[in-house]
């Protein structure tokens, strides 16, 4: 499974973003996907997570401001990040781990995209 991320970029401090995964999965219903950020210094953390029924999970950090989604008929996963703050900086990975749960170990995925970079300016 390969994973393309897209959609980053310089943003001020209450703007919006929307990033996009697209996976070369032919059986993309399959696969629960997750979107995580390292910003420099820090680790990898868990940002949002959708399973294969839509169902959700997110960080405390971006809950209400940040919604995870996906098109099964595109292969494509979306976050929408609005009021964003100049915290959210950081290069955004996508990643996909096969099965039906909401799983939120980075061990747990075997695919990961790229990362996109956000930066937002205070």
């Known amino acids: 499974v390969q994973l393309q991320a897209s959609g980053g970029g310089l943003v001020q401090a209450g703007g919006s973003l929307r990033l996009s995964c697209k996976a070369s999965?032919?059986?993309?219903?399959?696969?629960?996907m997750s979107w995580y950020r390292q910003a420099p210094g820090n680790q990898r953390d868990l940002v949002a997570t959708i399973s294969s029924d839509s169902s959700t999970n997110y960080a405390d950090a971006v809950k209400g401001r940040f919604t995870i989604s996906r098109d099964n008929a595109k292969n494509t996963v979306y976050l929408q990040m609005n009021s964003l703050k100049s915290e959210d900086t950081a290069v955004y990975y996508c990643?996909?781990?096969?099965?039906?749960?909401?799983?939120?170990?980075?061990?747990?995925?075997?695919?990961w995209g790229q990362g996109t970079q956000v930066t937002v300016s205070s």
């Open positions: 999965a032919t059986v993309f219903t399959f696969y629960t």
């Open positions: 990643a996909a781990a096969y099965g039906l749960g909401i799983y939120t170990v980075a061990r747990v995925y075997d695919y």
